[in-house]
Nanobody
Framework: VQLQASGGGLVQAGGSLRLSCVDS????????VGWFRQAPGKEREFVAG????????DYMNSVKGRFTISRDRAKSTVYLQMNSLKPEDTAVYYC?????????????????WGRGTQVTVSS
């Protein structure tokens, strides 16, 4: 598994971004995937997760109804659609995978991590 996250950028409050997480080795189609974020001076936190088949998803409370996680197994890609962005969403976003079919909210349990992508939301 080799993950690459992209799609971050600078957006005004209320705007949208779509993050992508690609497994360049195309080996994580049977694995759960999580998105995490880390703001300056804060701990890394779970944002969203999706099971291997996409049937199970979960979100942190503050993004429910605004963010949507999905995956295209044929493209070995997991997406995070972020709508109605707020300044407090500003952070570096990371995708992570493990060898399990589902996901977990605990970052320590993920084995594979992609480089982060910066999301900045201006007020």
């Amino acid at each position: 598994v080799q993950l690459q996250a992209s799609g971050g950028g600078l957006v005004q409050a209320g705007g949208s971004l779509r993050l992508s997480c690609v497994d360049s080795r195309r080996t994580f189609s049977n694995n759960g995937v999580g998105w995490f974020r880390q703001a300056p001076g804060k701990e890394r936190e779970f944002v969203a997760g999706i099971s291997w088949n996409g049937r199970t998803t979960d979100y942190m409370n503050s993004v429910k109804g605004r963010f949507t996680i999905s995956r295209d197994r044929a493209k070995s890609t997991v997406y995070l659609q972020m709508n109605s962005l707020k300044p407090e969403d500003t952070a570096v976003y990371y995708c992570a995978s493990n060898r399990l079919s589902s996901f977990t909210t605990t970052s320590d349990l993920y084995r594979y991590w992609g480089r982060g992508t910066q999301v900045t939301v201006s007020s």
